[in-house]
T-cell receptor
Framework: DTGVSQDPRHKITKRGQNVTFRCDPISEHNRLYWYRQTLGQGPEFLTYFQNEAQLEKSRLLSDRFSAERPKGSFSTLEIQRTEQGDSAMYLC????????????FGPGTRLTVT | AQSVTQPDIHITVSEGASLELRCNYSYGATPYLFWYVQSPGQGLQLLLKYFSGDTLVQGIKGFEAEFKRSQSSFNLRKPSVHWSDAAEYFCAVGAERDDKIIFGKGTRLHILP
């Protein structure tokens, strides 16, 4: 059972640097989601894809954030010109459209911006 | 607006005692409801879900939850907690036509030996 995987698990970067995270969903899942979780909060929706199409973006996803899923398999989330407020856990989830809605979550990437 | 409220930020119970974690939601459509658990450094694991039908839902690890439409609640229960249940618990709501899940802020469960 190869669940959702995320890489890296931890990233420390200096303010102003760019970072990129990768998510590999469960192989047969065509929907992929990104969430952000800050300390003491529940996960907040950022964006999601069906295959390679990005179908919805949250207002939380500023212009510095970009997500791609070029071949409908893995996805990347890039943050440009990182700010301290970007420090958070970035969670990826996937599911198969048509099934009863359950999203399977990866372990997350913890970003620390110094 | 869609929202989930978990009124208890922290709960402490003794090992072997019963547990109830509260969750209230606000959602315009017929909701899908979830409880997830997150251990330190881990991702989210689904404990149970409600889509329709029987309002008492059984989940993994001995947890159950009851959907009460009149109270807009979906409380999580366990008759006897184990030390390994110490974790953060998130209630969440979604809907068939709205593909994102809205999470509450979580309840951290502490277990006394």
């Amino acid at each position: 059972d190869t669940g959702v995987s995320q890489d890296p698990r931890h990233k420390i970067t200096k303010r102003g640097q760019n970072v990129t995270f990768r998510c590999d969903p469960i192989s047969e899942h065509n929907r992929l989601y990104w969430y952000r979780q800050t300390l003491g909060q529940g996960p907040e929706f950022l964006t999601y894809f069906q295959n390679e199409a990005q179908l919805e973006k949250s207002r939380l996803l500023s212009d510095r954030f970009s997500a791609e899923r070029p071949k409908g398999s893995f996805s990347t989330l890039e943050i440009q010109r990182t700010e301290q407020g970007d420090s958070a856990m970035y969670l990826c989830a996937s599911r198969q459209a048509g099934e009863q809605y359950e999203q399977y979550f990866g372990p997350g990437t913890r970003l620390t911006v110094t | 607006a869609q929202s989930v409220t978990q009124p208890d930020i922290h709960i402490t119970v003794s090992e072997g005692a019963s547990l109830e974690l509260r969750c209230n939601y606000s959602y315009g459509a017929t909701p899908y409801l979830f409880w997830y658990v997150q251990s330190p450094g881990q991702g989210l694991q689904l404990l149970l879900k409600y889509f329709s039908g029987d309002t008492l839902v059984q989940g993994i690890k001995g947890f159950e939850a009851e959907f009460k439409r009149s109270q807009s609640s979906f409380n999580l229960r366990k008759p006897s907690v184990h030390w390994s249940d110490a974790a953060e618990y998130f209630c969440a709501v979604g809907a068939e036509r709205d593909d994102k899940i809205i999470f509450g802020k979580g309840t951290r469960l502490h277990i006394l030996p």
